[in-house]
């Protein structure tokens, strides 16, 4: 603390990422989704990447917060979640798309730093997962941000449907931007 009484970050230090224990040495990928959700893609992701991974399909009912079977797993409990060899665990979609270019990196999933692409790739990848994604958070199951009300929750389910859709243009707009990659 300062004498504002504030906290004060440390100093900057160099981090220990050298990287010695790869975490795909041995082991398996396993894969949490459920059917119809955005797991789906991550599942594509490591086809593409010719990686093996077990998949595992929840119900939707053991998905969110109330999720039983991943509640020591992801705070949010939502899919998709990936465990990795080393026992780590990944949430966040854009997370093991980059993820898995790392480990495959000729796979033609994401362009290469030097790319042309790369940053248009990392603009739109981030956007979907910031701004398209939350838009199904909260309209999905509206009623549960609400206390329950129906009719609230169904003009918010017509909000984030009219935001998705307007986000989606915007997208499909810049496709010139995020067309194929090395194929
Ligand atoms: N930020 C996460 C969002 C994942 C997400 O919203 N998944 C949905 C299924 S497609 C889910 O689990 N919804 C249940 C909830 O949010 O409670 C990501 O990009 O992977």
């Known amino acids: 603390m300062d004498r504002r009484g504030e906290i004060r970050a440390d100093p900057p230090r160099g981090g220990d990422f050298k990287g010695?224990?790869?975490?795909?040495?041995g082991?398996?990928?396993?894969?949490y989704g459920a059917k119809g959700s955005g797991s789906m893609i991550v599942e594509a992701a490591f086809g593409i990447a010719r990686i093996?991974?077990?998949?595992?399909?929840?119900?939707?009912?053991d998905v969110g917060w109330q999720s039983r079977t991943l509640a020591d797993l992801n705070p949010l409990g939502q899919v998709p979640t990936l465990v990795l060899p080393n026992d780590g665990v990944m949430t966040e979609s854009a997370a093991m798309i980059l993820h898995l270019a790392d480990i495959a990196p000729d796979c033609g999933l994401v362009p290469a730093?030097?790319?042309p692409q790369r940053t248009?790739?990392?603009r739109w990848l981030v956007f979907l997962?910031?701004?398209?994604y939350p838009t199904f958070?909260?309209?999905?199951?509206p009623k549960r941000w609400l206390a329950g009300d129906e009719v609230a929750g169904k003009l918010l389910r017509e909000s984030t449907d009219l935001r998705s859709k307007g986000l989606g243009s915007s997208v499909?707009?810049?496709r010139r931007s995020i067309s194929t990659f090395g194929r």
């Not at 082991?27 to 894969?31: A, E, I, Q």
């Open 20 to 25: 010695n224990e790869a975490v795909s040495a």
């Open 129 to 132: 997962a910031s701004a398209v």
């Open 137 to 141: 958070t909260y309209g999905d199951d």
């Open 27 to 31: 082991g398996n990928y396993r894969l």
């Open 113 to 115: 730093p030097t790319h």
């Open 52 to 61: 093996a991974v077990e998949t595992i399909d929840l119900d939707w009912d």
């Open 172 to 174: 499909r707009r810049s």
């Open 120 to 122: 248009a790739f990392l």
